[in-house]
């Protein structure tokens, strides 16, 4: 079964600090994508990535890396966190209608 | 650029009665039109899908959209609503260029279900 699977759940970060949430698919899916949602927004693409190996900027990028070591792993890194970026981040995989993981619940203090 | 506006941000219906989230789209061309569902502390899963072609389309657990061109507009639809329909509903629509597949998303529409 298609799967997309985010670590952690839950992260609880300081300001300054760095976080790295990560993604995982099972579905052989070229690309894929992280968002983030925050309420009256919607989702907000951050960045994505056609293939191992590559990334792209996406709608909202600053304050953001991404890396795609393989072809199932897909993370976001926030290298200096700030209280701005706490929200709800989901990852997703596929073509024509990408396939969502479960999201990470971050708050940054 | 493309643009997905959903008017209400929030709709209480009764259950068992008829439902209509309203969604209007900006995009230049022919889109590519979707809906989805976030039931609480989920991801978000696909309802349906709209490519050119028959403008209503039929989704699961008895939902349907259908597609305007003159109103640039995707309502999605109902006929009986239950209780576990209660979640956040999101209107995206897509600039797909090959298999890529760029989604553009409204703000959501919280649906609650009265008993």
């Known amino acids: 079964e298609a799967a997309v699977t985010q670590s952690p759940r839950n992260k609880v970060a300081v300001t300054g600090g760095k976080v790295t949430l990560s993604c995982n698919q099972t579905?052989?899916?070229?690309?894929m994508y992280w968002y983030r949602q925050d309420t009256g927004h919607g989702l907000r693409l951050i960045h994505y990535?056609?293939?191992?190996?590559?990334?792209e900027k996406g709608d909202i990028p600053d304050g953001y890396k991404a890396s795609r070591p393989s072809q199932e792993n897909f993370s976001l890194i926030l290298e200096l966190a700030t209280p701005s970026q706490t929200s709800v981040y989901f990852c997703?995989?596929?073509?024509?209608?990408?396939?969502f993981g479960e999201g990470t619940r971050l708050s940054v203090l | 650029a493309q643009s997905v506006t959903q008017p209400d941000a929030r709709v209480t219906v009764s259950e068992g009665a008829s439902l209509q989230l309203r969604c209007k789209y900006s995009?230049?061309?022919?889109?590519?039109l979707f809906w989805y569902v976030q039931y609480p502390r989920q991801g978000l899963q696909l309802l349906l899908k709209y490519y050119p072609g028959d403008p209503v389309v039929q989704g699961v657990n008895g939902f349907e959209a259908e597609f305007s061109k003159s109103n640039s507009s995707f309502h999605l639809r109902k006929a009986s609503v239950h209780w576990s329909d209660w979640a956040v509903y999101f209107c995206a629509v897509s600039m797909i260029s090959g298999s890529f597949n760029k989604l553009t998303f409204g703000a959501g529409t919280r649906l609650a279900v009265c008993p």
């Open positions: 995009y230049f061309g022919t889109p590519y």
């Open positions: 579905n052989n899916h070229n690309n």
């Open positions: 990535s056609y293939g191992a190996g590559s990334t």
């Open positions: 997703a995989s596929g073509g024509q209608a990408p396939l």
